[in-house]
């Protein structure tokens, strides 16, 4: 198969001397793909970054109810929604902490930050992990699950909310396929194959024993010598993009402007 051949050849058959050296993670354009090669993708465990593939979104699309609106959007809330805010940090860092903001509030300050702050200066604040269907039913009209998800078993376990400014997540990874389709913003991300796991210090012995205890921006060498060996790749996905990460992938997230992101993990 073409394709496959394709993004085996951009994914694994790269070398690289250090982490510093990242690889592009392999693009493709939806036109051009069929169920049969997104099968193909998750059968493989192959990390894809599909351009435009969820640019029909009303929540991107959308002349009235696209989610960068942010005013409008809070107007379609409306309160009675309470939602978790991280502030100061990572779920990794004792400086985080976390405060129980109505929605509707939170969506209003972000929508000020929006048209008249300066995001580079923001602290970190986000919105992180939360099922849309908690948070507000209405909004899962403004979506829907990408081709991609319905491949393995076609277990949908959960649609997640990530919505914040100058954000981050540590670097980690799931035991569920993963698609994460970017609405607004730009977010950046490194991923580390499975194999990579021996580099990239998990934090065994702790509840977060799924997470990298390295700095994955500024690591300290001298604690975690092992991560000069690990290879990485990155990729950057703009509104309407959408990012595959397969099971058992490394990644880490962050953000440098106001940011929305939707994904969706299945089995």
């Known amino acids: 198969n073409i394709l496959v051949t394709k993004m ?18 392999c693009r493709e ?6 169920f049969k090669d997104y099968e193909i993708i998750q059968s493989k465990q192959l990390a894809v970054c599909f351009s435009g593939l969820v640019d029909s979104w009303p929540a991107i699309s959308s002349s009235t109810d696209k989610w960068e609106n942010m005013k409008g959007l809070s107007e379609r809330v409306g309160l009675g929604h309470i939602v978790p805010i991280e502030f100061g940090g990572t779920y990794m860092e004792k400086a985080m902490e976390v405060r129980y903001l109505e929605f509707y509030d939170y969506l209003l300050y972000l929508n000020e930050l929006q048209n008249f702050g ?18 507000c039913p209405l909004l899962e009209k403004d979506i829907s699950p990408p081709l991609i998800s319905t491949t393995g078993k076609n277990n949908l376990y959960k649609v997640n909310l990530w919505l914040g400014s100058k954000t981050s997540s540590p670097c980690h990874h799931d035991p ?6 970017q609405v607004f913003g ?36 001298n604690m975690h010598p092992l991560f000069s060996q690990a290879i990485g790749y990155q990729c950057t996905i703009k509104a309407g993009d959408a990012l595959f990460i397969p099971k058992g992938w490394w990644h880490y997230c962050w953000t440098e402007r106001l940011s929305c992101s939707v994904n969706y993990w299945w089995l």
């Open 118 to 135: 300066d995001q580079s200066m923001q602290t970190n604040m986000y919105l992180a992990q939360q099922s849309i269907s908690d948070i």
């Open 29 to 34: 354009k939806v036109s051009v793909l069929s």
């Open 176 to 181: 569920f396929q993963n698609i994460l389709c």
């Open 186 to 221: 730009s977010k950046n991300i490194i991923l580390f194959p499975p194999d990579q796991s021996k580099y990239l210090y998990p934090a065994y012995g702790s509840v977060q024993k799924n997470t990298s205890l390295v700095n994955i921006l500024q690591p300290n060498m």
């Open 8 to 25: 085996r050849k951009n994914l694994f058959n790269l070398s690289s001397t250090s982490w510093q050296s990242l690889k592009s993670i």
